[in-house]
Every structure is written in C-alpha cells, then in structure tokens.
C-alpha cells in the first residue's frame, strides 16, 4: 500500500459535512456510537445520486445485468459455507494496562497508543466481524423444573435440583450480512430459471451490509455500518482474461464520471502469494485519502468458488446450460466491489477546492451536476421587493419540475453564493429588477464565478 495522501485534510472534510449538512456522527446528541454515520439533507441525496449513477451505468445502460435486493437477514448456512464463520476474522490485541483493544496489524505493538504503556500486549487472537443476532421468539433455555411433592399438611418435599445454565437457543442465531454478495450467488439459480439470461451475465445489489470493526475510523471510510454495490459476472472460463479487461474499463469509466480524481487511483495489481483462496486474479483499486492511500474498490476474478460452495453445502446443482446444447457448467464470475462510503470519501475529496476572491478565501466544491446534491440555487436579489421574490418563486417553482433546486434569501448576494459554492451547487440564478423588464436572469458558475445573464426560457430548457 501506498502512502500517498491527498493535498486534502480530514480535518477539511468532517468540518464541511457537519456545517453543511453532508454527515453527521451517528446518534450525537447522546455522546455518539463508534463506527456508525448519520446522512444530513445533503449527504442522503448525495449518497442516492452516487448509488444512482452507478445503478443506471451498470444495471440500466447495459443489456448483460439483472439486479436482485434480497434479504439482510440469512439461513446462518450462507456464512457458514462461504467461510465468513470461520474465517473473517481480524487480528485483536488487548493492552493489559487500559485494556483498550486494537488490531494488531494497524498499531505500533511496542506501545499502547491510548495510555503510551510500552509492552502491554499479549498474543493476538482472532476475533470474527459478523454481528450475531437471534430470529424469532427463542430465548436463553430456562432451567429445569424442580422435582417436588406438596404434602396434605401444606408442606413441600423436595426430591431432588436438577439444574442447567442458561444458554441462548443456538438454532435461533442468524447473521447480519457481511457483504452483500452471498445474496447474489444465493439467488444465481432463481436468476437463471426465471430469465434464462445468456452467459455472461451480471446480477448486481445494493445495500447495506455490517460488519463489528475493531477499529472504525478515518471518518466514514471504514464504519461498522455501511452499504455496497457489488455485481457478480457470471462467464465462462475460456474468455475470462478479456472479460476482466472490459471490467477494468468501464471501473474507470464510471469513476470519472462520478468526479473521482483519476489522478488519486493507484491499481494495485495483488500479487500471487496473496491472493485470497478463492481468486485467481485481483486489481485493488486505492485511493489517495487523508489518511494515505487506501482502497476504494476491487476487481476480481473469483472463478467458481462461490457457486460450488453452495452446490457442495445445499446439494443443489448450480450448472448453466447454454441455450446451444453445448455441455452445462457450473459458471465462473468476475466481481466489481464498490463501497459507497468509500466511494463517497473519494468524491468530496476530490471536489474540494479553495481559491481566492477579491482577497477571501473560497471553499468550493466541484461535484459533477448529475451528482451534485442541489443544481441549481434560486434567489431574488431583495428579499423585501415582492415583486422580484414573486418572480423568483416563478422560477424556482418552473426549475424544480425536472431538477433539484434550492430556494435562497438569506443575507446578501455573495454569502449565498459562499453557501452553494460549499455545497457543491452547479449554478445560482438571480433574479433582480431587469428579470421584470426583459425576461433575463443572471446564472453564476460555480467553478469560474463567471456570471451571464440569459433568458428564463434558455434556463428552463
């Protein structure tokens, strides 16, 4: 991995989510709950328009995918057979002194960084990410009844305590899903007897997956609560290097068009020796945050470990037969997995921007318009002339039919342009006393500050 970081602060991109209205801690007003983030007005429309633009160029522009959303909640046997039970696992390290816990790979062993006690750690163990659950009404097992006797005389004999302790009902205990991809290989057959799609295909999910950290941190980038966007290419083997390819290209096609700097992605070829037991090939893509290079997503080439997990576990068969007569086979898969947060962190950082005018500092930033969470900021230039806010509210409520818009009085001209520039705001339009004599607005650019006056007609369309 590399340390590289971005020009960008943490410090920078907490503060705006917070005064703007982007992020906030999770539960807050009760001190806060670690690894968990609260979307604002801003952040939940910013997360929606990501999720999206990545829905409609990877599910809705393409004739090769399927989306599917299914339940959080599994039959435990998915994790067991995927080896999330067994095996997802981080390495925890107690300090005997303060009794902080970390994981052992991300600290500096030789000394607690919480009380500074040197040489307080004991031998590391694994400790498992999955969030353990109960469904259903099961509960601790009650202790046995006691044997007894009640005489005629209102006396009680005891023959005998026969106890037990109590326990959960472990057939009670499901999972919260660790990722969201289990819920596609679950439904492959379900996909395929109901559409019968040709090979290859994708089936892609978004959703929420969740996942007991150790140590959440930098901000919303690793969090215990989080959601993905992962897809599951189902292919044959025989063309499975062109195919990765073609995935490689459209990744970064779609992070350009969702305003990452491509200058701050790093592929990170993973070498033989360390690729995960069910790969055969995997691109890291990471990202030049705040806290150094990190990874936004992966590429990779999982061949048929997930569908022959399931075969083996459930004893269903997971074969594809071609429409063509050729022999079935069970199919290999490519999976692009993206994290939204992740992928969110990458966006701001890269859109924000400072400049300087007419001797102020401006803090901008440069979302692209599809993701920007407002377009366009609607004002009158005086707030106390009904006729220029009749106006603007003839505007505003004509822009806000196919876009989003916000509506903008509040103190004078350059603090709102301020405001929409920190929001990410494509355009301000003005509306002053020449909109009642020749039909014309004034539309300020966030990028440039560059303004031009133009006809409402021309804004509308």
Not at 97 to 116: A, M, V, Y
Not at 433 to 452: A, S, Y
Request: charged share 30%.
């Amino acid at each position: 991995m590399s340390d590289k970081k971005s020009e960008v602060t943490l410090e920078d991109i907490v503060s705006l989510c917070k005064r703007r209205g982007f992020i906030f801690q999770g539960s807050e007003v009760y001190g806060g709950l670690a690894g968990t983030w609260d979307y604002g007005p801003l952040g939940v429309t910013l997360k929606k328009n990501l999720m999206d633009l990545w829905w409609k160029t990877f599910v809705e522009d393409r004739d090769d995918m399927v989306g599917v959303d299914a339940a959080i909640l599994m039959n435990p046997k998915t994790w067991q057979a995927s080896g999330h039970v067994d095996t997802f696992t981080d390495p925890l390290v107690e300090c005997s002194n303060c009794k902080g816990r970390f994981r052992e790979d991300k600290i500096d062993t030789s000394k607690c960084p919480t009380c500074g006690e040197k040489d307080s750690f004991g031998e590391p163990r694994d400790f498992n990410m999955m969030f353990e659950t109960h469904a259903g009404p099961a509960g601790p097992t009650k202790k046995r009844s006691i044997p007894s006797k009640i005489n005629d005389d209102g006396s009680r004999v005891v023959y005998g305590s026969i106890e037990s302790e109590q326990e959960w009902d472990q057939s009670s205990t499901v999972y919260l899903r660790p990722e969201t991809a289990q819920g596609i290989f679950t439904n492959f057959k379900n996909v395929v007897d109901s559409l019968y799609p040709d090979v290859p295909f994708g089936i892609a999910q978004q959703g929420k997956a969740f996942r007991n950290e150790i140590s959440p941190r930098d901000f919303v980038f690793r969090s215990r609560e989080f959601n993905q966007m992962e897809i599951e290419y189902f292919i044959h083997p025989d063309n499975w290097e062109e195919l990765f390819e073609n995935w490689r290209a459209d990744i970064k096609s779609f992070l350009e068009s969702a305003g990452v700097d491509m200058a701050g992605v790093n592929e990170l070829e993973v070498p033989t020796d360390d690729l995960a037991h069910y790969s055969k090939r995997t691109i890291d893509y990471e990202f030049a945050y705040p806290h150094g290079s990190d990874e936004l997503l992966g590429l990779a080439y999982r061949t048929d470990f997930d569908l022959m997990n399931i075969q083996n576990a459930a004893g269903k068969k997971m074969e594809y037969r071609p429409k063509d007569g050729s022999p079935a086979f069970v199919p290999q898969v490519i999976e692009p997995s993206f994290g939204v947060e992740r992928l969110i962190m990458a966006v701001l950082v890269s859109a924000f921007k400072k400049d300087e005018q007419n001797g102020e500092e401006r803090i901008y930033l440069a979302l692209p318009h599809d993701i920007a969470p407002v377009k366009y900021c609607v004002s009158p230039l005086l707030k106390n002339k009904p006729e220029l806010v009749a106006k603007a509210k003839e505007v505003y409520d004509q822009l806000k039919v196919n876009n989003a818009v916000m509506w903008d009085d509040n103190g004078n001209i350059g603090k709102r342009y301020r405001r929409q520039d920190e929001i990410g705001t494509p355009y301000c339009v003005v509306i002053d006393f020449d909109t009642l004599e020749d039909g014309t607005v004034t539309i300020r650019d966030r990028n440039t500050t560059e303004q031009k006056r133009i006809k409402i007609q021309e804004l509308l369309s």
